[in-house]
């Protein structure tokens, strides 16, 4: 019999990886993270998250405990997200709270505390090849997580378990419904945990950095209009260009902080043949060669080639991708690297 630690966060997912550690008959303690102490409406890891992973772990008669990384979290996922943004990048604090925390802090902390493995409820699997343990998309393609996950290494992954990355998300809820878990029905998360649906992120971001008017041009030049705050613009943003009568089919194509202009263009003017890329994380070795990409958490996988200087190239000319937005690599299903774009 192993212990495992079950990371808790209140919803479906968790509390099944939970129950099914239990039936196999794991000695399981259940934690949740405490890691935002400011307002909080959505996103996870609420007090309401917190309240119902207690409740599902008084359900299964196991142990559950709050580690509090408030500090960490400031200083690896919120201090960094306002950082970028000041800089006209598109953070995903998401993968940044999985990297420093989640996968990091917690699971150094597991090991220090005699557990044998760090339980999850992510939809991602873990598959032992000829080369070792590899991250793979999980079953449930429209619930993949394996794109935040990216920054995995083996190590990693031989001391995690991912239950229900082999299920599909209906099988996860059936079998929460079947034990009674209070959270069977219990929405999905969607959100950034530490920006709240009311203020939203304009105002979570004033709070913290100074904001700066921009004026809009075309491609040619020609002056449009003005933006509030060039720091909230993303490539590819339609809303909010204050451009009048031309805003029909007119797209932030790029975006400069630093001379506070922002040029809007067609939908044509945001193709691009080429994603460039920094901080690459790779499974084994830098790849070279033909591979699919995924560009955002909900994205598609496209098929592209990887350049000798670490760039994608894709087949057909595709939408830019914001700077500071993370590009995954895949073989099939395994995952084999990741990068930031620039």
Known sequence: ???????????????????LMKEQGHDVTGVTLKLWGGPQDQGCCSV??????????QQLDIDHFVFNYGEEFDRH??????DAHAVGLTPNPCIECNRHIKFDALVTRARKLGFDSVVTG?????????????????????????YVLYMLTAADLSM?????GEMTKSQVREIASRRGLRSATKPDSQDVCFITASEGRARFLSDRLELHSA??????????????????VTIGQRRGLNLGGNADRTYAVQVDVRSRRVVAGSAEDLLSEEVSLSDHVWVDEPYIGRLQVQISAHGAQEPAYLTADGN??????RRKVAPGQAVVFYRDDLVIGGATAV
């Open 77 to 82: 996922v919120v201090g960094p997200y306002v």
């Open 1 to 19: 019999m192993s212990r495992v630690l079950v990371a808790m966060s209140g919803g479906v997912d968790s509390a099944v990886s939970a129950a």
């Open 160 to 164: 995690l378990e991912f239950p229900v």
């Open 312 to 317: 994608v190239h894709w087949d057909d000319a």
């Open 215 to 232: 004026e809009v041009v075309d491609v040619k030049g020609n002056e449009l209009g003005s933006v509030d705050a060039v720091e909230l």
């Open 48 to 57: 309401s998250d917190v309240d119902d992973a207690r409740r599902v772990a």
């Open 122 to 146: 992510h939809h991602a699997r873990i598959v032992d090849t000829d080369k070792g343990l590899r991250l793979a998309r999980g079953v449930d393609e429209s619930k993949d997580q394996s």
